[in-house]
């Protein structure tokens, strides 16, 4: 791997391109490149149209200025990278870099005005008119033809986080139906300007599929999943190795660390996210690079944005949070996030909170799940306040750390009380199927305190509904709605769920819980 600077024996020299989106300026001023570059040189020159998503802040910004360099044709910034041995013509394109992840969409004037913005300066670039007259999907249209015929080539079109305005839409149908018929206009120009066209690139979290802005643009090649294009953002554990080693050692006596604990910790926390069934895992770059700076493990990526609407969008649809991880979904759900209104999985895979993690190729199915610790732990803690019933309860670093204390000590009834008190206000506002929300809440709950002691969930196939253990103690928890404690604590002595235990030295607790879901409360529990 190139890096666009020389390396020094000092590792304080190291300067890593935190933020930096513009390949340009990364390579004149020395921070440290991943080379991408022969990903670059495939695309140009085996197809014209492509569609990439992936999540933000995963480089995709960065690609699409190293794409916009190479067709400007300069060379110089690619010294010692792949594409200078790969690419012998070096021939420069008039380009149109549309940006819209610049701004804030609350208005259809809001993505107007940026639409207009960018059409003035490529007028002015280029040194075309157009008719302010028309519309903004015409005077696209009219411009590419122009620019082509006045340069003679013909153009590229690239456009980062096309997404942007329909993700700020989410939940506010009128404005979504505005933004859909614009951009969808707008970018319809890629297929009847064909002719004119030598290259176009569209980046974004998420795809608007088959009935919205892609409708049209079935010419599109969408990379997204493609085993060749696994690492075009991102960093893989050879990448980590091979171009980070030196910084790696630094974190690691910076943390009183060995290198291979350091090693296994980044991936612990960083890595594991998949874009095609069996591929190697490959790293936020964003996370990674932001600890490999300031020496500091921490969730940089989770803290840079709140997944509020991706919640929102969870408790819209009552999904129950269990089958996150056991749902399988075909190619094309999964690639689509027009059902989100019905499925929010796409939605959480594409935003990068969920990964693949298998695919069964006799039923054509998908099975996701949290691609590394920092996403599991932080977005489970981001929708503990949104389930907690109890406002008072809503901070989980307090709550959770009370109920922990009880399960470690072997106080039962403790924990019990504590659990009963989480439900006591039977006010509080459930969204959706009061079963669901119960089941929700406690999936969160124990999820949470997963993160501290050993906690499993079994209710696909009829076994133990939670099983928690520790050094010195076991519980085996039943839940029921609308029943008795007594129904749920028969269960647990009826199947036996205590005799895998029967020699394990430590104390065993069988707990039955009921829940009202007219109440909106635990009415009934059994500690034995």
Known sequence: MQFGFKWTSELHDMKYPIGIQNYESLRKEGYAYVDKTQHVYNLANTGRYYFLSRPRRFGKSLLLSTIRAYFEGKRELFEGLALDSLEEKWEQYPILYLDLNVGKYDTIGDLEERLAISLNNWEQQYGVQTDSGYSLASRFGLLIRAV????????????????????????????????????????GNLKSCDEYIKFAFLTGVTKFGKVSVFSDLNHLTDISLLPQFVDICGITEKELHD?????????????????????????????????????????????????????????????????????????????PLEEMTREGLTADILNSIDIMDENPLPLLFQSGYLT??????????????FPNREVEEGFTKFLYPFYAPNAKLNKSSFSIKQFVKDIQSGDAEGFMRRLETLFAD????IVGNAEVYFQNTLYVFFKLMGFYVDVERHTADGRMDIL????????????????????????????????????????????????NSA??????WAVR
């Open 468 to 515: 928690i253990q520790t050094k010195d103690y076991v519980y085996i928890l039943e839940l029921k709605v609308n029943k008795t404690a007594a129904i749920a604590m028969q269960q647990i002595e009826d199947k036996d769920y205590a005799a895998p235990f029967a020699t394990d030295p430590r104390k065993v607790y069988k707990i039955g819980i009921n829940f």
């Open 148 to 187: 082509a015929k006045q340069t003679g080539k013909r153009v590229v079109i690239l456009v980062d986080e096309y997404d942007k305005p329909m993700l700020q839409a989410i939940g506010n149908e009128a404005l979504q139906a505005e933004f859909r018929s614009t951009l969808k206009a707008f970018y």
């Open 356 to 369: 693949i993690k298998s695919y069964d190729e006799e039923f054509g199915e998908y099975q996701l799940g």
């Open 519 to 524: 109440t909106h409360k635990i009415d009934d």
């Open 243 to 319: 171009c980070f080693d030196e910084g790696i050692q630094e974190l690691a006596d910076a943390n009183g660390m060995s290198k291979e604990e350091c090693y296994a910790k980044l991936k612990h926390d960083f890595d594991g996210y998949h874009f095609y069934p069996g591929s190697g895992g490959i790293y936020n770059p964003f996370s990674l690079l932001n600890t490999l700076a300031y020496k500091v493990f921490k969730d940089y990526w989770f803290e840079t944005g709140t997944p509020t609407f991706l919640v929102k969008q969870l408790q819209k649809t009552s999904y």
């Open 426 to 429: 039977g006010d509080y506002q």
